[in-house]
């Protein structure tokens, strides 16, 4: 194994950094408190994105309201709940279970935290029509 021109051999030197600084071990530094809300905005956006992904409703402003979202936070996982819109017709269950995947991945993704429950709510069902802006 080859070392930089320049840097210590392996096993030489000062000893990690944190030990160097002075810094106490990480048990002892403290946590990361993310709360409820932000944890609850990060799972709106991906739930936006997954109902534009699997629900085919495209993201733009002119389309269905936003989906929303809240969040519930007890050391070191999530309970998350989502309200959304969705085309008409469509496999609810399949795309409600998809959606419920994506969301859950990526917050945890983001956050670090364990997601232990997504449930989520259909606000409405939206057609064709109603995606376009005309209502019949």
């Keep these: 194994m080859r070392t930089r021109p320049g840097s210590p051999p392996l096993g030489e030197g000062p000893g990690p950094p944190a030990r160097a600084a002075g810094l106490p071990p990480p048990a002892e530094r403290g946590a990361t408190v993310i709360p409820d809300r932000v944890v609850a905005r990060i799972a709106a956006q991906a739930a936006r994105t997954a109902q534009s992904r699997r629900a085919a409703i495209p993201p733009d402003r002119s389309g269905p309201a936003a989906p929303s979202a809240s969040a519930t936070v007890r050391t070191g996982s999530v309970r998350l709940h989502l309200t959304m819109d969705l085309p008409y017709p469509t496999d609810i269950p399949h795309v409600c279970e998809r ?36 209502v019949r």
Excluded: K, S
Aim: hydrophobic share 45%; with cysteine; charged share 20%.
């Design 99 to 134: 959606i419920q995947c994506d969301v859950a991945e990526r917050v945890a993704q983001l956050t670090g935290l364990q997601v232990g429950e997504v449930t989520l709510t259909v606000r409405r069902l939206v057609t064709a029509a109603a995606n376009r802006g005309r």
